[in-house]
């Protein structure tokens, strides 16, 4: 399986402004995935990275907030801009296997906004 | 409507006992794949089994097992011989039809579970 590194680990920023958090995978893939997953709750898919063009962005989630980048096939970024305290939350990018394998995550970005 | 049912918000089990989780689900496509997933508390998302829609036998990887019933649609995790160590949230997710997209990767709620000693 996939070896994904994200950093970084924690966060904790200030109202206003952005964070940006990176994903990095040890193989080429296809798909990236960025979760957000708000204390208490479960994940929720905020976009789906593809190389070479825009990201796919679920609803309620937009690319003003959550801008990605995907530059190449073992790398993506996802930016938390203008932060309130609602952002905080941990944040998790993940690669898709084939379809009889599971989604491989990174060790996800717990952030906090004062 | 909820796609995957979780209706144990936390449970508590004896070290060295088994404990079930349960897990529903709802789809009508033919072709899905069901995982479950462990949550520490220091955030992370380790995988732990799969079960396919057309597996006939059900799951299992060391101390995890997974209880399908296909027709009740459900995906209850067994967890033998708990250890302080499994004491995390556990999330089941469902991936529905053929392809490999995010979009069709829901999770569950997730049940806490905590092993006492």
């Known amino acids: 399986s996939a070896v994904i590194s994200q950093k970084p680990s924690r966060d904790i920023c200030q109202r206003g402004t952005s964070l940006t958090i990176q994903c990095q995978v040890d193989s080429q893939v296809t798909m990236m995935f960025w979760y957000r997953q708000q204390p208490g709750q479960s994940l929720t898919l905020i976009a789906t990275a593809n190389q070479g063009s825009e990201a796919t962005y679920e609803s309620g989630f937009v690319i003003d907030k959550f801008p990605i980048s995907r530059p190449n096939l073992t790398f993506s970024t996802l930016t938390v801009s203008n932060m309130s305290p609602e952002d905080s939350s941990i944040y998790l990018c993940?690669?898709?296997?084939?379809?009889?394998?599971?989604?491989?995550f990174g060790d996800g970005t717990r952030l906090s906004i004062l | 409507a909820q796609k995957i049912t979780q209706t144990q918000p936390g449970m508590f089990v004896q070290e060295k006992e088994a404990v079930t989780l349960d897990c529903t689900y709802d789809t009508s496509d033919p072709s899905y794949g069901l995982f479950w997933y462990k949550q520490p508390s220091s955030g992370e998302m380790i995988f732990l089994i799969y079960q396919g829609s057309y597996d006939q036998q059900n799951a299992t990887e060391g101390r995890y097992s997974l209880n399908f019933q296909k027709a009740r649609k459900s995906a209850n995790l067994v967890i033998s011989a708990s250890q302080l160590g499994d004491s995390a949230m556990y999330f089941c997710?469902?991936?529905?039809?053929?392809?490999?997209?995010?979009?069709?990767?829901?999770f569950g709620p997730g049940t806490r579970l905590s092993v006492l000693p």
């Open positions: 993940s690669v898709a296997g084939s379809r009889n394998q599971p989604q491989h």
């Open positions: 997710a469902m991936r529905e039809g053929q392809g490999n997209y995010g979009q069709n990767f829901v």
